[in-house]
């Protein structure tokens, strides 16, 4: 069949994981771990039948997990494959047969449903069913990046999603893992810091609007930090936010960093930062036009947003950052 001996490579490399030699390692890891290593294999079977480099199929992937991990009106992804096709798509929109799951069926009826473990079956709840099938479809645009860019844009219709995708797949190429959940406190603990939950305080400079982030109030030019992996989005001034950077995550969560006293040499909109990069000081810029400090005390205003790829709004970082601070915490006593 189609895929059967790229079936037969990928299931001697998935059965190292299960072999008796490593059931001891297996049996040590942590169920994310576990997750992890079980993704990285699907990615990389993906990558040997279609040609598509795995780290473009975790980043589609990723995208989906957290597109549906943000949204009711999908299921939750609670498997290691976050990828939902709607069902008509799969089958064929005019299929009478939902949960069709023969290949030429689907075939005939113009569905995208595709048997991507050589199993006889067209699965929408099969792992490499799923993959393959999305891959297919971008494989019609081409495998390099400038087509798989075009085939991103016709199969989501936003020009944000394809934005988020190519840039978590650029981390995912760059660190060689989908592992890239760590976050850190955004300025170094056990220095002269102090903050509470200001989220959804009434603030009345420049019009009446809410508070969208927690004020850590610290030390002038105190070091300011990359909360986690991501791609630099936006860096400059604003009448609110004085100098301020924003930096896109792999879970389509985008830090915001406002009132900073300026930036870390080099910083450039783009750039992929991981977590501790210096990306400039506590300040008390904002308030007025490029330039303008010294309105309030000097404090770091860090907020968070979420993509739910349709719209973004902003939700509470406190409780994150309260975890956050206490790990790092832990680590330095560790050391």
Known sequence: MRYSHFLI????CF??????????EASAMTPEEYKVKLRMSLYEYVETVTTIPWYFIAAI?????????????????????GVHIDPKIWSGMLNPNLNDENPASIQFWGGLGTDGNSDGKASIKSNEDLLITLSNYLLRYGNDESNFRIGLWNYYKRDKAVGIIMGNARLFKQFGTVDL???????????HYTYRG???VARGWGGR?????????????????????GIIEMKGWNKYGGWRVGIRDINNTYHYFAHLSGFAKGLQTGQTVEPGTLIGGVGSTGYGPPGTSGKFPPHLH??????????EWSFDP???????????????KTR
């Open 9 to 12: 490579t990928f299931i001697l």
């Open 15 to 24: 059965s190292v994981v299960f072999s008796s030699s490593t059931w001891v």
């Open 61 to 81: 992937d990723q995208y989906e997990h957290s597109v549906r991990n943000a949204r009711r009106d999908l299921p939750d992804s609670d498997g290691p494959v």
């Open 181 to 191: 959940s760590k976050k850190v406190f955004p300025v170094p603990v056990r220095t």
């Open 198 to 200: 200001t989220w959804g």
């Open 209 to 229: 609007r809410t508070h969208e982030g927690t004020d850590i109030f610290a030390d002038y030019g105190l070091p300011v930090r990359s909360t986690c992996y």
């Open 302 to 311: 860090y907020g968070l947003y979420k993509d739910n790829g349709l719209t």
């Open 318 to 332: 406190y409780p994150l950052l309260r975890v956050w601070e206490r790990n790092d915490l832990r680590a330095r």
